[in-house]
């Protein structure tokens, strides 16, 4: 007789098990979420994506430099290493014309540079040892061309003078290629040791000074700061025919916050560009040699960084295969640095608008003009530093 009762009431137990079992199932599906749990799921084939081979010379060799500093694949696929070149980077690239099918139809500078574009040690030929060895709050670094003593004289009389600014120590440094008398230009050579030795603010390295290889004077310069001059703390960087405000650089830097000073890179920014595809600009790049956007870059006038980022730049610039445009390169080691530069309006790498030019209390309240002739640049020094001038 207690037979049944006892089957009952096992029953009753187990449908009971069986509901408590399904609200807990529910509940943690609830609390995961549906979404979360497919996420786990173990995918049925492969899951990254195979890279293609570029046909664009500059990306190729970026996808060979990608993988050589990859940490998973250490070195290319076999295919690949089939065009590395030669043995020394600083030999003429033979491989290149037969790899850009257009080559013969690129302009001589543009050829030149890609014969070049893995070469990036060049020996010092003039530099003054221990032009750092205070280290300085600003380093000034121009980019300068041999015959261009009037405009290095000018900043040296001007924005660029050496010594103490607002009680912080500002070293200025100009940055010049070769001065042989190669490409029909007179030998300087004389005159320059003359200015090094007079200054002290000169440093030179044994390659071609040309457009094309300002990126050149980029990497070598980065790399002689890590050498020479790592405790700056900023670094303007810009051309000879621009004007900085200094004392207004200075009271810009004092103004930040830590944090903001140790990842400073400020300038006249360009987004989302594309490269020239018409072959009579100075920028023309052809698709052949460069595929893509160009990712946010600081015009080439005049960019201020900090000397960590610096630093940072220069490990990155190792990883980027050499760009012929010097900015657009610079943007490039900044993206590997997973960086952007930001927009500061106080830089102006374009011309500013006439009526703006000749009106003293225009240049107070900027950072930084684009091109300026010495005289100007001694005219408009005058104004700034003129205790009368009284701008609102
Ligand atoms: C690599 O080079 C060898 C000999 O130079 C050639 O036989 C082979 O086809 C090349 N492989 C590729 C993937 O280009
Ligand atoms: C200038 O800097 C030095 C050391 O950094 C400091 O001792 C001095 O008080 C400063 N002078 C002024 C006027 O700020
Ligand atoms: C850059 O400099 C190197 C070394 O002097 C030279 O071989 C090369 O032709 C130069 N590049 C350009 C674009 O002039
Ligand atoms: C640069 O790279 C070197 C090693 O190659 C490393 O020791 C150093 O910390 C790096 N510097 C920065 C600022 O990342």
Same mark, same amino acid.
């Given at each position: 007789m207690a037979r049944p009762k006892f089957r009952v009431f096992c029953a009753t137990m187990m449908m009971l098990n069986l509901l408590v079992c399904v609200l807990v199932a529910v509940s943690w599906n609830l609390k995961l979420g549906g979404s979360d749990r497919e996420a786990v799921r173990i995918p049925s084939?492969? =899951?990254?994506r195979e890279q293609e081979r570029s046909r664009s010379f500059w990306n190729k060799e970026q996808q060979l430099l990608d993988f050589v500093h990859? @940490?998973? =694949?250490r070195s290319a696929p076999? $295919?690949?290493? %089939?065009? #590395?070149?030669?043995?020394?980077?600083?030999?003429?690239?033979?491989?290149v014309p037969a790899q850009i099918q257009d080559y013969n139809t690129l302009p001589q500078h543009l050829q030149d540079f890609l014969l070049h574009m893995r070469c990036r040690t060049h020996p010092v030929l003039i530099e003054r040892p221990g032009l750092c060895e205070v280290a300085p709050f600003l380093l000034l670094a121009v980019k300068s061309m041999t015959p261009h003593f009037d405009r290095r004289q000018a900043i040296r009389q001007t924005w660029g003078r050496a010594g103490l600014r607002a009680n912080r120590t500002v070293v200025t440094v100009f940055l010049l290629g070769g001065a042989e008398s #190669?490409?029909?230009?007179?030998?300087l050579r004389g005159m320059l040791g003359h200015e090094a030795e007079r200054h002290g603010d000169v440093l030179q390295w044994d390659y071609r000074d040309a457009f094309y290889n300002l990126t050149l004077k980029e990497v070598l310069f980065l790399e002689w700061f890590g050498r020479s001059?790592?405790?700056?703390r900023f670094v303007l960087k810009g051309d000879d025919d621009v004007f900085v405000n200094t004392p207004r650089v200075v009271a810009f830097l004092e103004g930040l916050t830590e944090s903001r000073a140790r990842e400073l890179f400020v300038g006249d920014v360009i987004s989302d560009a594309e490269p020239h595809r018409?072959?009579?600009?100075? /920028?023309f790049v052809p698709e052949s040699v460069f595929a893509g956007r160009y990712p946010p870059y600081a015009g080439g006038g005049g960019y201020l960084y900090s000397g960590e980022l610096a630093l940072r730049l220069r490990n990155a610039s190792r990883r980027v295969a050499l760009y012929p445009i010097d900015d657009v390169y610079t943007g490039m080691c900044l993206r590997k640095l997973g960086l952007a530069p930001e927009k500061h %309006? $106080? =830089?102006?790498?374009f011309d500013i608008e006439e009526k703006y030019r000749? %009106? @003293?209390?225009? /240049?107070?309240?900027?950072m930084l003009v684009h091109s300026q002739t010495p005289q100007e640049m001694m005219r408009i020094w005058s104004w700034i530093t003129s205790p009368e001038l009284d701008c609102q």
């Open positions: 084939a492969r =899951f990254w990859s @940490p998973v =694949f076999p $295919g690949w290493l %089939n065009d #590395t070149g030669p043995l020394d980077p600083c030999a003429p690239d033979h491989r #190669t490409d029909h230009h007179p030998d001059c790592p405790g700056a018409d072959p009579k600009l100075k /920028y %309006n $106080g =830089f102006k790498t000749s %009106n @003293p209390c225009m /240049y107070r309240s900027l």
